[in-house]
């Protein structure tokens, strides 16, 4: 059975494993969301911050408290005291590194991506609601930091996507890989708190994986409400 596909939510994140912000509508460009993780947070050995560490990604905690938007075209950063700083001022970089207690700095993506798994992030509300009904708790679908959230019937019928084209409003995606996930969905963030877990969660339905990862094949704007199918 296909589900009825349709653009429920949009979410752009300026600032790589900074919360970001939701849109009325996204412009789907050959990297992937324009503006989304176009900045990161660097650490002092040149990784990049994340909620977690590997090869390129080095664990930063607190980074999810704070916030990246966009205001006027230029990335601002976000405080929990209702502050905002343009992402590339020095006292910027001084009070993150302060905040999450270590130096760091914030660069804009040069050769190395800041992407994890690919560009493009998608999931299901029913695979949402899966979750919740195996947790017995509601758990807010933003903790899973998605670009594009889509009403769904059947709970991980994303992965059936994989290998597969999705029209996205006027964009077209290939849809390469199931969505890996880490501890960053228990996190406190700046909107929500701490929530145990999750990852335990997704682990016992469907083997730590949530939602898919996409590329774009077809640039394109994407709104809030738009239908998308499957090919």
């Known amino acids: ?8 939510a949009l979410h752009r994140f300026p600032v790589k494993s900074m919360l970001g912000e939701p849109a009325a509508d996204l412009a789907l460009t050959e ?8 900045w990161s947070v660097r ?19 607190r980074l999810l408290e704070l916030r990246g938007g966009v205001r006027s075209g230029t990335v601002v950063v976000g405080f ?3 502050s905002w700083l343009p992402v590339d001022a020095a006292e910027t970089a ?27 992030s998608l999931l299901g509300t ?37 290998g597969r084209e999705l029209r996205l409003g006027s964009a077209t995606l290939f849809v390469d890989m199931p969505s890996p996930r880490c501890v960053m969905v228990d996190m ?24 898919v990862i996409a590329r774009v094949v077809s640039p394109g704007p994407v709104r809030v409400g738009d239908e998308a199918h499957i090919h």
Do not use: C, Y
């Open 43 to 61: 650490t002092a050995d040149g990784k990049i911050g994340s909620g977690k560490n590997t090869r390129r990604f080095a664990a930063v905690p």
């Open 94 to 120: 001084e009070r993150v590194s302060a905040f999450v207690g270590q130096p760091v700095t914030l660069a804009r993506e040069t050769e190395i991506s800041h992407f994890d798994d690919g560009p493009v």
């Open 1 to 8: 059975m296909t589900d009825s596909l349709r653009v429920v």
């Open 31 to 38: 990297r992937g969301v324009d503006g989304d993780r176009v």
């Open 188 to 211: 406190e963030t700046a909107d929500l708190p701490e929530q145990h877990g999750n990852l335990l969660a997704v682990g016992r339905l469907n083997d730590a994986r949530l939602g």
């Open 126 to 162: 029913a695979s949402v609601a899966a979750v919740e009904a195996e947790r017995g708790v509601e758990v807010d679908a933003r903790r899973f930091r998605a670009n594009v959230l889509l009403e769904t019937t059947s709970a991980f019928v994303e992965e059936s996507w994989v």
């Open 80 to 82: 929990p005291d209702g």
